[in-house]
């Protein structure tokens, strides 16, 4: 997690929250690892390679898939232009209570429902959709879902971003995208793969056609 100092540099909070919301994630993961997907929260490293090329001046409508603990929804909040519209959404409902109290902003529950959302703001597409949902252990009618949702939502010049544990989103991204491009983060529990991917590949009307193996 990050406190913003100047520019896009940011610097870790306080090692006793930090714990506390690695404590936590824990317990949602051993209590629903099929939703859930990961032991502990993204590293600061993990989060810095997400963003990496975001242009948050540019970046009107973003919308973050799979909330969990908050680690990424901050520093989306410390980092997005005044008057740019967020959508957070967490499908675990204790996980989304918090991030509702802890940082006073709307969150909905299931991904899927994104679309709708963005219809409701004056029907805008999203500029940046970021994801932590974990694809490998979801089940397959999910994963459908979402990524029909994260296509029918973003903008023709938007960018998706996405991270998981493994290369096996790979294909499906790139029947799904123009352009897809992948970065290894080794700094992170477990080392994850950022996908990042922009172009919407409408001509083929291509939609996911499940997990990789």
């Given amino acids: 997690m990050f406190s913003q100092r100047s520019g896009n540099r940011s610097t870790i909070t306080q090692p006793a929250e930090l714990i506390k919301e690695k404590l936590l994630f824990a317990k949602k993961?051993?209590?629903?690892?099929?939703t859930v997907g990961s032991v502990t929260p993204s590293s600061p490293q993990l989060i810095s390679s997400m963003f990496r090329n975001v242009d948050w001046q540019k970046t009107g409508v973003i919308a973050e898939l799979g909330a969990g603990t908050g680690v990424m929804t901050k520093e989306i909040l410390k980092l997005k232009a005044p008057g740019s519209l967020f959508f957070a959404f967490e499908i675990e409902k204790e996980l989304r209570e918090m991030l509702k109290r802890d940082l006073k902003i709307d969150v909905y529950d299931d991904a899927a429902k994104l679309p709708r959302a963005?219809?409701?703001?004056?029907?805008?597409k999203a500029?940046?959709?970021?994801?932590?949902?974990?694809?490998?252990?979801?089940?397959?009618?999910?994963?459908?879902a979402v990524m029909r949702a994260v296509l029918r939502?973003?903008?023709?010049?938007?960018?998706?971003?996405?991270?998981?544990?493994?290369?096996?989103?790979?294909?499906?991204?790139?029947?799904m995208f123009e352009e897809v491009s992948t970065r290894l983060v080794v700094m992170n529990i477990p080392?994850?793969?950022?996908?990042e991917c922009r172009g919407v590949n409408r001509q083929r009307g291509a939609v996911p056609c499940g997990k990789e193996q």
């Fill in 191 to 195: 080392p994850a793969v950022v996908y």
């Fill in 118 to 124: 963005l219809e409701a703001a004056h029907g805008r």
């Fill in 29 to 34: 993961f051993a209590a629903a690892p099929r």
């Fill in 153 to 175: 939502s973003l903008s023709d010049n938007g960018t998706f971003i996405a991270f998981q544990y493994s290369f096996h989103m790979k294909s499906a991204f790139e029947r």
């Fill in 127 to 144: 500029d940046l959709i970021i994801s932590g949902l974990p694809f490998a252990v979801l089940p397959r009618d999910t994963t459908l």
